[in-house]
């Protein structure tokens, strides 16, 4: 299982990107790494052709935790444009249904923040 600190994350978003999201898309990356590093990710990297496919597929995680931290890297990522269409949904979805009501709350949040953010867009 591979497990990495925030500090080694955080040194690889800022170093070496698509290193710290080949290892977010892993299956053998544990929890912790994975919760951290879509925060990280999120907030560390510019890249979209990096960030987003690995959002993608947290955002879809079994783990409620992952979801979460997912969330989090949505919302720092996107805290200035608009998310891809595939990944409001995604946000919409567990806003509408996710068992965890924290997270539930949480991505309705960051639906209003971005639906007040980009009206008209």
């Known amino acids: 299982m591979n497990i990495y600190s925030?500090?080694?994350m955080t040194t690889?978003?800022?170093s070496n990107p698509k290193e710290l999201s080949r290892?977010?898309?892993?299956?053998?990356t544990d929890v912790r790494t994975l919760t951290s590093g879509a925060e990280i990710l999120g907030s560390?990297?510019?890249?979209?052709?990096?960030v987003a496919p690995v959002l993608r597929i947290l955002l879809k995680h079994v783990n409620a935790l992952v979801r979460e931290g997912a969330v989090i890297g949505t919302s720092a990522f996107y805290s200035s444009k608009k998310p891809p269409q595939d990944?409001?949904?995604?946000?919409?979805?567990?806003?509408?249904?996710?068992?965890l009501p924290i997270l539930k709350?949480?991505?309705?949040?960051?639906?209003?923040?971005?639906?007040?953010?980009?009206?008209?867009?």
């Open 23 to 28: 290892i977010l898309t892993s299956p053998n």
């Open 44 to 50: 560390e990297v510019t890249d979209e052709t990096l």
């Open 87 to 99: 990944i409001l949904e995604r946000v919409r979805a567990i806003a509408n249904n996710d068992p």
């Open 105 to 121: 709350e949480e991505a309705k949040s960051l639906l209003e923040y971005f639906e007040s953010k980009h009206e008209g867009s």
């Open 12 to 14: 690889l978003a800022q």
């Open 6 to 8: 925030d500090t080694q």
